[in-house]
């Protein structure tokens, strides 16, 4: 070993300064994900480098296994399939149920759209994808999966699965992309409690736990109360579980300390679905939100009533819990639609100011809280 | 007692090298298993995490070669690509592995790191300045405030220890004399 470092001391040298060199410009010059398609963004080098290296032969090892699992699956364990077929059928009527129940409620939302004379779209455009690998460390909880911006993925898509949301795609690189967890200590979900309609931001700790945030103390939160996204973050879309109260605790400050039970089985992600195309509203959701409807909805419990007048822009809780009064059957309102307003993708800006809202006439004061953040869209509602 | 003393036999401090293949491969199929295990074993997705299969083999390597600058680049090589599968900073990993395989190489040129009692410790202690050296560079460099939940680390490091008497005697085939 001596003679081996002393004979070849010097070239030795040089290529470990040359190599660290390289390591230094790899880990700060970025590169295009995929030349060909120059908009995925991109990604630093030494990422993809290491990437490049790993990623295949995890697909190898996907690939072998499930070559063994199918197999002893079609020729071996007949019992199993017969099982399993029995499983996936009840599933798909399972399926079958709640696309029926979708539907309804997208009729419902076209329905109640076209009274406000909005336009919006309810479909989703996922792509199905593989868990491949991991980061295999407690201090960064990501996944990787098996397609990239060649399946036309971008950072920032949700991950879901029929359960709940999973996360969202961090780094695409062109055949595989980084999903971030929900419950990695950086992630954050606009959320919303079912029940009560009170929002708060769902967010991951450094011990894999999901906690609910800024939720006052004097909120009425149970275990067992459903938590899905509000859609605020633009990057989940709305309604989507995450998951339930576990327990709840008064915080240290203003807040409660709420854990969650994540709807989606987080330790046990086999395939995702990435939400390749958001529902229009949410896309154009740079809208702005009315202020009289944000206290609308941390005030769910103040008895209905009918608005005498339209609130002030202050929105005092007694005018605010007025105008936040569900109504199954809202007046048709009269609404001046807002200019479209394009901001940056990446602007997290969920609810501007009341300021910049839409000029709504008195007469439209209670808003049905069936559509809770309605959004001009420029192209005539089209039924999927 | 001088400084100059080492507590172990001239057989004993036999510096150790590796070919190219070994080399590359080992710490290749150390990230790639520390990937794709958790993976495999649907339900037990970051059970794996408490075991750090790169950090082995940089003490490995580190004690194998007995050299100083060849365990900082090994960890330091080993560590920048464990960053890279995760969607930290890139370093982090890389000052904390830098200091084991540096740690680990002088460590092995003074006492007996051959034995299974030795290597079992030899790794939990090095699992947990590991440990301490990540939260260091993630408290005072990149300023993230993760809180240390040191009951956790220990059992993480007894695990490895144990781990690491496999590990170590399946690696051992790879050794050349040097």
């Given at each position: 070993?001596?003679?081996?470092?002393?004979?070849?001391?010097?070239?030795?040298?040089?290529?470990?300064?040359?190599?660290?060199?390289?390591?230094?410009?790899?880990?700060?010059?970025?590169?295009?994900?995929?030349?060909?398609?120059?908009?995925?963004?991109?990604?630093?080098?030494?990422?993809?480098?290491?990437?490049?290296?790993?990623?295949?032969?995890?697909?190898?090892?996907?690939?072998?296994?499930?070559?063994?699992?199918?197999?002893?699956?079609?020729?071996?364990?007949?019992?199993?399939?017969?099982?399993?077929?029995?499983?996936?059928?009840?599933?798909?009527?399972?399926?079958?149920?709640?696309?029926?129940?979708?539907?309804?409620?997208?009729?419902?939302?076209?329905?109640?759209?076209?009274?406000?004379?909005?336009?919006?779209?309810?479909?989703?455009?996922?792509?199905?994808?593989?868990?491949?690998?991991?980061?295999?460390?407690?201090?960064?909880?990501?996944?990787?999966?098996?397609?990239?911006?060649?399946?036309?993925?971008?950072?920032?898509?949700?991950?879901?699965?029929?359960?709940?949301?999973?996360?969202?795609?961090?780094?695409?690189?062109?055949?595989?992309?980084?999903?971030?967890?929900?419950?990695?200590?950086?992630?954050?979900?606009?959320?919303?409690?079912?029940?009560?309609?009170?929002?708060?931001?769902?967010?991951?700790?450094?011990?894999?736990?999901?906690?609910?945030?800024?939720?006052?103390?004097?909120?009425?939160?149970?275990?067992?109360?459903?938590?899905?996204?509000?859609?605020?973050?633009?990057?989940?879309?709305?309604?989507?579980?995450?998951?339930?109260?576990?327990?709840?605790?008064?915080?240290?400050?203003?807040?409660?300390?709420?854990?969650?039970?994540?709807?989606?089985?987080?330790?046990?992600?086999?395939?995702?679905?990435?939400?390749?195309?958001?529902?229009?509203?949410?896309?154009?959701?740079?809208?702005?939100?009315?202020?009289?409807?944000?206290?609308?909805?941390?005030?769910?419990?103040?008895?209905?009533?009918?608005?005498?007048?339209?609130?002030?822009?202050?929105?005092?809780?007694?005018?605010?819990?007025?105008?936040?009064a569900p109504n199954p059957i809202p007046p048709k309102p009269k609404v001046v639609r807002p200019p479209l307003k394009k901001t940056a993708p990446g602007n997290a800006a969920a609810v501007p100011s009341a300021g910049a809202t839409p000029a709504v006439t008195p007469a439209s004061a209670t808003p049905s809280p069936a559509v809770p953040s309605p959004t001009p869209t420029p192209e005539a509602a089209k039924p999927q | 007692m001088s400084a100059g003393v080492i507590y172990t036999s001239r057989e004993e401090i036999e510096v150790y090298r590796f070919n190219y293949a070994a080399t590359f491969f080992i710490p290749l199929a150390a990230l790639l298993l520390q990937s794709y295990l958790p993976v495999a074993f649907h339900g037990r997705l970051y059970f794996f995490d408490v075991f750090d299969l790169p950090l082995l083999v940089t003490i490995f390597f580190g004690v194998a070669r007995r050299n100083p600058v060849a365990g900082s680049i090994t960890g330091a090589v080993i560590g920048l690509a464990q960053d890279a599968m995760t969607h930290n900073y890139l370093g982090l990993f890389g000052i904390a592995k830098t200091f084991v395989g540096y740690g680990a190489s002088s460590l092995a040129t003074k006492i007996d790191v051959e034995n299974l009692g030795s290597r079992f410790l030899i790794t939990v202690g090095f699992y947990l300045l590991h440990r301490i050296a990540y939260l260091l560079v993630q408290h005072g460099m990149v300023q993230q405030n993760a809180p240390a939940n040191w009951l956790h680390s220990l059992g993480a490091a007894l695990a490895n220890g144990l781990l690491a008497i496999v590990v170590f005697a399946i690696l051992d085939k790879f050794k050349q004399r040097g």
């Amino acid at each position: 070993m001596e003679s081996f470092f002393s004979r070849y001391r010097n070239p030795m040298i040089l290529g470990i300064v040359l190599l660290l060199q390289v390591f230094g410009l790899a880990v700060q010059v970025k590169r295009p994900i995929d030349p060909k398609h120059p908009e995925a963004g991109s990604v630093r080098m030494i990422r993809l480098w290491v990437s490049t290296v790993i990623t295949p032969l995890e697909r190898i090892f996907v690939g072998t296994g499930n070559f063994f699992s199918e197999n002893w699956h079609d020729y071996v364990n007949i019992g199993g399939l017969r099982r399993e077929n029995r499983e996936l059928r009840q599933q798909n009527e399972q399926l079958r149920i709640g696309q029926a129940q979708l539907g309804e409620e997208a009729a419902q939302g076209r329905r109640l759209q076209a009274l406000l004379d909005f336009k919006q779209h309810l479909v989703i455009q996922t792509v199905a994808a593989q868990v491949i690998g991991s980061s295999g460390t407690e201090q960064s909880r990501v996944l990787y999966i098996d397609r990239g911006a060649r399946a036309g993925l971008k950072p920032d898509m949700a991950v879901i699965t029929p359960d709940g949301i999973v996360g969202k795609v961090r780094d695409v690189f062109p055949f595989m992309a980084q999903v971030l967890v929900l419950n990695d200590s950086s992630s954050g979900v606009g959320a919303l409690l079912e029940k009560s309609r009170l929002h708060g931001v769902v967010k991951g700790t450094s011990t894999g736990d999901l906690i609910l945030d800024h939720v006052m103390v004097d909120e009425k939160v149970e275990p067992g109360d459903r938590i899905i996204t509000s859609g605020g973050d633009r990057v989940y879309p709305k309604g989507l579980p995450i998951g339930t109260v576990a327990q709840v605790s008064p915080g240290s400050d203003l807040f409660l300390n709420i854990r969650l039970k994540p709807a989606a089985d987080l330790n046990r992600l086999e395939e995702v679905l990435v939400v390749t195309q958001p529902p229009l509203s949410q896309a154009d959701s740079e809208t702005p939100v009315r202020a009289a409807d944000i206290l609308a909805q941390r005030l769910p419990g103040v008895t209905p009533k009918q608005p005498e007048s339209a609130p002030g822009p202050a929105g005092g809780q007694g005018s605010a819990a007025t105008i936040a009064a569900p109504n199954p059957i809202p007046p048709k309102p009269k609404v001046v639609r807002p200019p479209l307003k394009k901001t940056a993708p990446g602007n997290a800006a969920a609810v501007p100011s009341a300021g910049a809202t839409p000029a709504v006439t008195p007469a439209s004061a209670t808003p049905s809280p069936a559509v809770p953040s309605p959004t001009p869209t420029p192209e005539a509602a089209k039924p999927q | 007692m001088s400084a100059g003393v080492i507590y172990t036999s001239r057989e004993e401090i036999e510096v150790y090298r590796f070919n190219y293949a070994a080399t590359f491969f080992i710490p290749l199929a150390a990230l790639l298993l520390q990937s794709y295990l958790p993976v495999a074993f649907h339900g037990r997705l970051y059970f794996f995490d408490v075991f750090d299969l790169p950090l082995l083999v940089t003490i490995f390597f580190g004690v194998a070669r007995r050299n100083p600058v060849a365990g900082s680049i090994t960890g330091a090589v080993i560590g920048l690509a464990q960053d890279a599968m995760t969607h930290n900073y890139l370093g982090l990993f890389g000052i904390a592995k830098t200091f084991v395989g540096y740690g680990a190489s002088s460590l092995a040129t003074k006492i007996d790191v051959e034995n299974l009692g030795s290597r079992f410790l030899i790794t939990v202690g090095f699992y947990l300045l590991h440990r301490i050296a990540y939260l260091l560079v993630q408290h005072g460099m990149v300023q993230q405030n993760a809180p240390a939940n040191w009951l956790h680390s220990l059992g993480a490091a007894l695990a490895n220890g144990l781990l690491a008497i496999v590990v170590f005697a399946i690696l051992d085939k790879f050794k050349q004399r040097g």
